[in-house]
């Protein structure tokens, strides 16, 4: 694990923000939100890979989400920062704050991984990857 310090020199002010300190980006600020090429979306922090493309889904919401994450990839823990309880969403490997879930999202889950875009990044599958 990294002290705060190297997370901060790792780390955009926005990426420490939200990854680090349970932030969240304005809606439909993103570009991963509009990421529509064939690859993984993976953590900001420690490149983990979190998400596969054919599991994101445009909610409308104006934050990139996913109904089913890599399995193994991600952790929960319940935020009570709101009103009521949250389901908050964590990176498997090095703790950072990705978004919440939801249960509220499409076939075949019904769950919505509503995720921070600043939290992730997207490597675009290759030309010979088999899923591309």
Not at 7 to 10: D, G, I, K, V, Y
Not at 73 to 87: F, K, L, N, V
């Given at each position: 694990m990294k002290t705060e310090a190297e997370?901060?020199?790792?780390l955009?002010?926005?990426q420490f923000r939200v990854l680090r300190?349970?932030?969240t980006?304005?809606?439909g600020t993103s570009p991963l939100n509009y990421e529509h090429r064939t690859g993984v979306f993976h953590c900001a922090g420690c490149a983990q890979p979190?998400?596969?493309s054919d599991a994101k889904f445009d909610s409308g919401t104006g934050w990139p989400s996913f109904f089913r994450p890599i399995e193994g990839?991600?952790?929960?823990?319940?935020?009570?920062?709101?009103?009521?309880?949250?389901?908050e969403v964590h990176c498997g490997r090095?703790?950072?704050h990705l978004g919440h879930v939801f249960k509220d999202g499409p076939e075949p889950t019904g769950l919505r991984y509503c995720m921070n875009g600043v939290a992730l990044g997207f490597e675009a599958a290759k030309p010979?990857?088999?899923k591309a």
């Open positions: 997370w901060r020199q790792l955009t002010p926005e300190k349970h932030g980006e304005r809606a979190l998400f596969e990839a991600i952790a929960t823990s319940t935020d009570y920062a709101m009103i009521y309880p949250r389901t090095c703790g950072g010979d990857d088999p």
